[in-house]
């Protein structure tokens, strides 16, 4: 049982709670649920890899998204992780490509510029004829720091570089609004 229960706490957000939690739903179900749950972990870690040009996850060679025809290839969207081209992918409003740096830089964790899919980036941007780069990471101060490093290094290439606006929830009311996200949506404001 330790060792199950510690196989099961490597997991990101499962503290020793959950994870005894996790542990005795498993061994008060049926035998079927731990060898589906085995087989389904099994599987997809042998059916999907990272996607050879941008690391998003690819069950095929490349990504559904580079393998894409009808993708604007001049623009590339620079996320930190897979799961964030779900995120734009869900608004239908972008039709580039993208690049997962597989991080964000966080000198306090060890994780720098060179830890991250950044060179190749820059290899790509030389190479597929890239206008515009969209910077997509989240807005935090790791976030922020990853998105001006990539700035600093990528207009001198003479590309265009946006970075995504924050501002206010949709339906959201001004006197709730915590005062960096009000003061950004004032620094992001637009003519109309
Ligand atoms: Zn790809």
Redesign the pocket.
Known sequence: MQHALEEIERMPGIGPKSAQRILNWLLTSDKEVAHRLADAIVDVKESIHL??????F?EEE??????DPERDVSTICVVSESRDTDAIERTGTYQG??HVLGGVINPMEGSMPEDLHISDLMARLGSEGTQEVLLATNPDVEGETTASYLSRVIKPLGIKVTRLASGLPVGGELEYADEVTLGRAIESRREL
């Open positions: 996607c050879p040009r941008c690391h998003a690819a490349f990504c559904a998204i580079c393998s490509l993208y």
